[in-house]
């Protein structure tokens, strides 16, 4: 018996992000109210999905760090414009790909201020 890692694309998406806020939560966060936490979501600037028991609608609390916000809305755009769905964006914005310049995830390279290759990664994924 071998202990395989499970793949990425075997994990829950709730489990392969982690840490999630909820609509309330990111509110309260940025100072702001709930209807201007749902036009983010519904200007796809943030990208949520439903998770828990309850199916309550949440976001990454990585996509609310300042270096990597500012990325995310065009990143999404390239994404969606090659057919991906809001889910399958999420899994790979989370999916680790150590061709990346730091390895680790997408978003992490975001973070990091390697903008250009995430999206370079993006149009190559998304067509």
Do not use: Y
């Amino acid at each position: 018996m071998t202990d395989q890692q499970p793949e990425p694309t075997d994990t829950p998406l709730e489990d392969l992000v982690g840490s999630w806020l909820t609509v309330p939560d990111i509110a309260e966060r940025l100072g702001i109210p709930l209807s201007s936490v749902r036009k983010l979501i519904e200007d796809r600037e943030l990208l949520s999905a439903r998770i828990g028991e309850r199916r309550v609608v949440a976001v990454p609390a990585q996509f609310l760090d300042e270096d990597v916000f500012r990325h995310l809305r065009g990143t999404f755009t390239v994404l969606a414009d090659g057919g991906l769905t809001d889910a399958e964006i999420l899994r790979w914005m989370f999916t680790p790909d150590e061709t990346l310049r730091i390895g680790g995830t997408p978003v992490d390279n975001l973070a990091a201020g390697f903008k250009t290759e995430v999206r370079r990664r993006a149009m190559e994924q998304a067509f």
